[in-house]
């Protein structure tokens, strides 16, 4: 069975500071792996996938996440970090086309000013 | 890009009404849908799966009578709960697969029964 692990509620960090998001998986097949942010009561923005080829995924906001297979970890990162960064964000895992993305239990970031 | 438009944003009802959720593809056909629900500062959890033309599949747990999933045509799906109760006031998702192995997903509606 699939599944997906966020081992922090939440993370703290000072504006320009370089963030850190945890994420470890786990797939009976080849992963594809997801990072979704959710401001309140609204849905979920995408930001990044890994489906296959570079390690070093880019996605939108200056966000990027690195897949390591030996580690099973797909953690999201950003260099400096934003007030307006703060909000829950969500790993995703799912290992066939056209399946259920299954998720985190969602991590809170909060960037302080 | 796609678009699922997701309405009601938020509703409020009484104990024992029934409440229908509609998820619109709007520039894609969604042959699959799916529903999550999601409480406070939790995670998502996976209710249904939808299949346009056939019945849902619903995860473990979940009761089939009492969250009616409809996808009758390539656009539209339908999340009814019926007989609502304060335990049924929630986050609800829909999210349908794109292409490129990516997935939309809509704003979401708040249920709150009274």
């Known amino acids: 069975a699939q599944s997906v692990a966020q081992p922090e509620d939440q993370v703290n960090v000072a504006e320009g500071n370089p963030l850190t998001v945890k994420c470890t998986y786990s797939?009976?097949?080849?992963?594809?792996l997801f990072w979704y942010v959710q401001y309140p009561n609204r849905g979920l923005q995408f930001l990044l996938k890994?489906?296959?080829?570079?390690?070093l995924v880019k996605g939108s906001y200056g966000f990027e996440a690195e897949f390591n297979k030996s580690q099973t970890s797909f953690h999201l990162k950003k260099p400096s970090a934003l007030v307006s960064d703060s909000a829950l964000y969500f790993c995703a895992v799912r290992d066939q086309a056209g399946t259920a993305l299954i998720f985190g239990k969602g991590t809170t970031l909060s960037v302080s000013s | 890009g796609a678009v699922v438009s997701q309405h009601p944003s938020w509703v409020i009802c009484k104990s024992g009404t029934s409440v229908k959720i509609e998820c619109r593809s709007l520039?894609?056909?969604?042959?699959?849908m799916f529903w999550y629900r999601q409480f406070p500062k939790q995670s998502l959890m996976l209710m249904a799966t939808?299949?346009?033309?056939?019945?849902?599949?619903?995860e473990q747990g979940v009761e089939k009578d009492k969250f009616l999933i409809n996808h009758a045509s390539l656009t539209l799906s339908t999340l009814t709960v019926t007989s609502a109760h304060p335990e049924d006031s929630s986050f609800y998702i829909c999210?349908?697969?794109?292409?490129?192995?990516?997935?939309?997903f809509g704003s979401g509606t708040r249920l709150t029964v009274v």
């Open positions: 890994y489906i296959t080829g570079d390690n």
């Open positions: 797939v009976s097949g080849n992963p594809y």
């Open positions: 999210s349908a697969p794109t292409g490129g192995y990516g997935y939309t």
């Open positions: 939808s299949n346009e033309g056939s019945k849902a599949t619903y």
């Open positions: 520039d894609f056909q969604a042959t699959t």
